[in-house]
Nanobody, 116 residues
Framework: QVQLVESGGDLVQPGGALRLSCAAS????????MGWYRQAPGKQRELVAT???????NYADSVKGRFTISRDNAKNTVYLQMNSLKPEDTAVYYC??????????WGQGTQVTVSS
């Protein structure tokens, strides 16, 4: 089992910034890719960004140039730096971990609200 705990969600004004954190524990040696997904009210959960154990990153087109995913393997933590936030970034953000044998784990989610 892998446990994921997110933090950092908040209310922020348009144009502002937030950094989300996701701490992993448990059988973390099995984890390959970690990532962030989000789900807005009435919409499906969507990919935001992922990062492999080797540091290869992937971003949704809607966040490229504004969001940065990073990973501290020593701390078993993945981060999402979100800059130039827009109201359409409002969602519950979920941390995700995928093991080398393709088992998925999810965190409980953290709310990000972008509003003036």
């Amino acid at each position: 089992q892998v446990q994921l705990v997110e933090s950092g969600g908040d209310l922020v004004q348009p144009g502002g910034a937030l950094r989300l954190s996701c701490a992993a524990s448990g059988r973390i040696f099995r984890v390959n890719t970690m990532g962030w997904y989000r789900q807005a009210p009435g919409k499906q959960r969507e990919l935001v960004a992922t990062i492999t154990s080797g540091g290869t990153t992937n971003y949704a087109d809607s966040v490229k140039g504004r969001f940065t995913i990073s990973r501290d393997n020593a701390k078993n933590t993945v981060y999402l730096q979100m800059n130039s936030l827009k109201p359409e970034d409002t969602a519950v953000y979920y941390c995700n971990a995928k093991t080398y044998d393709n088992i998925l784990y999810w965190g409980q989610g953290t709310q990000v609200t972008v509003s003036s």
